[in-house]
């Protein structure tokens, strides 16, 4: 097996947002604020409490399996696919200790002092450990928050000079979390090709052969600034198939539907689901990722946790054949290194890595 290429691409050094955030009042002043403030982002949109988000569709992977509800389950998936781009799992089949010992050493980390957080930081040209992302300019607007990004599935890509030593149980939380969570994105993106018509269900699920974890902590933000930063950009995500598990029960998530940002908070014991650009180039344009961000609260810090799946390097991303009859592909081919290339080079704004990546107007 092909061991992982490094280097192929890096984040810009910026302050430590939770150090930052824990500085005196006085201090936070617009100067020191300028580069995370915002005058695009409205204050009552950003608080907007999320009403709608008993509509973002709901799938329960037990039923899904379950040959006495498959069926009904899976037109469920299709539609959530089809018209949202999210839902939530249910039922996944992680077990509760998983979870919750993966939730407390995330926390723990982010718990420890700053120098021993910098003992992963990133390398110079390099995403991978303790820092930013996506960073690629010196006046760009920053996000209200750090992270820690680490290559998980499979181990061998691992680069173990950015897994924490402490908490001491921090490596195997995660390795067990991880392997979890992959298992059900394959499981996913399988009754995701029987849906598309695909019957090699690998030419999908290989979308889950790689797998990358964003550990994202978003601190409280200051009175003064809150409503005008946001902790993540509006962006869809440049992966196939991402599964966050919402660490805080604090809520941040926001999603883009018919030009309005409706707020996903997750079920208890669920995990969020959300379609990535490499699913919508694969499918040709039938499911199409969306653009979410995430907003932060002005008196709670919140940890989330995004697995992004993908496929090895070495393989290739293009629309399958299954989903290009009577028409003609959307998407240009690319090699997954490539691909990974194009997106850690690009700001996070919107859906600019799949205006990169089209080549034909995609049938609405």
């Known amino acids: 097996m092909d061991a992982k290429p490094r280097n192929l691409g890096g984040s810009l050094p910026v302050p430590n947002v939770q150090d930052l955030a824990a500085r005196p009042a006085d201090e936070l002043t617009p100067p020191v604020l300028h580069r995370y403030i915002r ?29 006495s509800h498959g069926e009904q389950e899976a037109a469920k998936l299709k539609a959530a696919c089809e018209d949202w781009g999210f839902f939530q799992v249910l039922n996944h089949g992680v077990p509760d200790a998983v979870i919750a010992d993966v939730k407390a050493d995330l926390q723990a980390f982010f718990r420890l002092p700053l120098a021993e957080k910098r003992a992963v930081a990133q390398e110079p040209g390099g995403i991978e450990g303790y820092g930013q992302a996506f960073v690629v300019s010196d006046d760009q607007k920053l996000d209200w928050a750090d992270m820690l990004f680490l290559s998980t599935q499979p181990p ?27 298992r059900v994105a394959t499981r996913l993106l399988a009754a995701m090709a ?19 974890v964003r550990i994202n902590y978003y601190p ?19 992966t196939g198939l991402t599964l966050l598990l919402q660490v805080s029960a604090v809520p941040g998530l926001q999603i883009r539907r018919h030009g309005a940002w409706v707020s996903v908070d997750p079920i208890p014991g669920a995990l ?17 990722s969306i653009e979410h961000r995430a907003v932060v609260s002005p ?18 991303y293009a629309p399958l054949e299954e989903t290009t009859v009577g028409t003609v592909p959307g998407y240009r081919t690319i090699g997954v290194e490539d691909y990974i ?24």
């Open 194 to 212: 029987a849906n598309l018509g695909v019957a090699d269900t690998g030419k999908v699920t290989r979308l889950a052969d790689a797998q990358a």
């Open 272 to 288: 969020v689901a959300n379609v990535g650009d490499v699913v919508e180039v694969l499918t040709n344009g039938r499911y199409r």
């Open 220 to 238: 409280a933000c200051p009175g003064g600034a809150h409503g005008r930063v946001l902790g993540l950009s509006p962006h869809s995500d440049a």
């Open 299 to 316: 008196t709670h810090d919140r940890v989330s946790v995004a697995a992004f799946h993908s496929a090895k390097f070495g393989d290739t």
């Open 341 to 364: 290339r194009l997106a850690l080079s690009s700001k996070l704004e919107g859906k600019n890595i799949m205006d990169a990546m089209k080549i034909n107007p995609v049938p609405e």
């Open 156 to 182: 061998e890509y691992r680069a173990p000079l950015f897994w924490p030593a402490r908490p001491a149980t921090f490596g195997d939380s995660l390795d067990r979390y991880s392997a979890e969570v992959q």
């Open 39 to 67: 005058d695009d982002v409205d204050a009552a949109d950003a608080d907007a409490d999320g009403d709608a988000a008993a509509s973002v569709p709901v799938v329960d992977l037990a039923r899904l399996l379950d040959p």
